[in-house]
């Protein structure tokens, strides 16, 4: 049975929530494999509304173990806090797996993110403020604190002392903030301890038999392709690898064993934070489709910019991601437009160029070359195939897909679960 990967073509935001739901009941485990609560996902089940921040979507599926791997960061209050609304909510969370190797986002990790971030000025990135870039930079420079330190107070006090030496002198000398007291942190981390002991597991182990039991696993990505770390638009990024090679380090799974990459794409394009934007619209159309679109960030709060869909950026995510299909999202969004424009390629100093630009400064003097599209004013929402969506809603769809360089083998025309058309089955 396969191993899948969902993630994001975009600059995240595209429904990646939605698509896993769909997916969850037909898939045995569903992992996060990679950032933390700066990532959200909204699920609508009938007409209840989910918001998800760290939990993968798959815990809203009865039949479905979610799966939290050590490429997540965690931040303890945050998890505690969703799984109790859950709870409260009806939602079984007592599946629940976390990674012992998932490092902590600990309290002096949020303050460094909010006062580094603010004395950046005009050159800051539009961090979420949470914490994540520090916590993975501790990973990096070895000074991260795991899940499973919670289970030692020798080991977690050493870790935290040590972390906080060089924090404490740039927090007091550099920024003119407290000092951030060891004991103070450990007490607080140890607190979580005995709440989090039920669902702490080997998680690498127990994906790797439950596939060679031929069980399904889907790995879900936060954020999107144009966020990576490495292949995104550095240095407007998150602090991790939302694209499919991060499935395999944020898991433990091999690359032999996924049989599938799926990117979730949106009809149209949006990001949230700083960074360059080629499609972005600053007009009406652009406040149109943010009202129409609720796009909003799940996490942030952040009104979402918004732009006409760039093919350019979708073909970079299929050969980056080695993507076997698309899940298109939000085409209902797109009706009552008589003419969609659609960016084909890129004018940089005055040449064509149809694929993305590796240099910062192409990409950030950018200007789209648009093809433009017959619109539709039909209601689609309640369309169940292919066929049932108007012609030139059908153009469109095929335009896109022969754009992108990838089979689009499912559609979604409204928010709720079953708002979805299903061209190819994804298992």
């Keep these: 049975m396969p191993a899948l990967v969902l993630l994001g073509a975009q600059w995240g935001d595209e429904g990646k929530g939605k698509a896993t739901d769909l997916l969850g009941g037909s898939v045995d485990y569903v992992v996060r494999y990679q950032g933390g609560n700066n990532a959200g996902h909204t699920v609508v089940v009938g007409d209840q509304k989910y918001a998800l921040h760290l939990l993968p979507s798959g815990i809203l599926s009865p039949t479905c173990v979610p799966v939290i791997g050590n490429g997540v960061v965690v931040d303890p209050s945050v998890l505690l806090s969703e799984l109790s609304g859950l709870n ?6 007592s599946k629940l797996l976390i990674s012992g190797n998932a490092h902590i986002i600990t309290p002096y990790n949020v303050t460094v993110d909010k006062v580094t971030e603010r004395f950046l000025g005009k050159r800051k990135i539009g961090t979420t403020g949470r914490g994540i870039g520090p916590t993975y930079a501790d990973k990096i420079n070895r000074v991260g604190i795991r899940v499973q330190d919670l289970y030692d107070e020798s080991i977690l006090t050493q870790k935290v002392e040590a972390s906080l030496g060089a924090k404490n002198q740039m927090l007091t000398k550099l920024y003119n903030r407290r000092a951030i007291a060891t004991e103070q942190v ?7 301890a005995e709440k989090l002991a039920p669902y702490v597991a080997d998680t690498v182990l127990v994906l790797n038999q439950a596939l060679e039991e031929n069980k399904v696993v889907l790995f ?3 954020q ?15 602090s991790s690898n939302p694209t ?19 990117g979730i794409l949106k009809a149209y394009t949006t990001r949230v934070g700083a960074g360059p934007f080629p499609t972005e619209l600053l007009d009406e159309d652009g406040d149109a489709l943010r009202r129409i679109g609720g796009e909003r ?28 299909d698309f899940f298109l999202t939000k085409l209902d969004v797109l009706t009552g437009w008589e003419q969609i424009p ?10 064509r160029v149809e694929e993305l630009p590796y240099s910062q400064t192409d990409f950030h003097h950018a200007k789209p070359i648009y093809e433009t599209l017959p619109g539709w004013s039909e209601d689609i929402t309640k369309a169940k195939s ?14 896109l897909e022969e754009m992108s360089g990838a089979p689009i083998s499912a559609i979604g025309v409204g928010p709720g679960r079953d708002e979805t058309i299903e061209i190819n089955s994804f298992l």
Excluded at 186 to 192: D, I, R, T
Excluded at 342 to 351: L, M, P, S, T
């Design 386 to 399: 292919f066929s049932d969506l108007p012609k030139n809603a059908q153009n469109y769809v095929k335009a």
């Design 186 to 192: 450990v007490e607080e981390l140890l607190g979580y």
């Design 297 to 324: 960030g799940v996490t942030t709060g952040r009104d979402r910019r918004c732009g006409w869909f760039d093919a350019v950026i979708a073909r970079y995510a299929t050969r980056v991601n080695g993507l076997t």
């Design 220 to 222: 879900e990505g936060g």
């Design 244 to 262: 499919a090679g991060g499935a395999c380090t944020g898991s433990g799974v091999g690359p032999t064993k996924i049989s599938r990459v799926i």
């Design 88 to 93: 409260e909510r009806g939602v079984d969370t």
């Design 224 to 238: 999107g392709t144009l966020l990576d770390i490495d292949h995104g638009t550095y240095p407007f990024v998150t």
């Design 342 to 351: 659609v960016c084909v390629a890129y004018e940089i100093d005055g040449k």
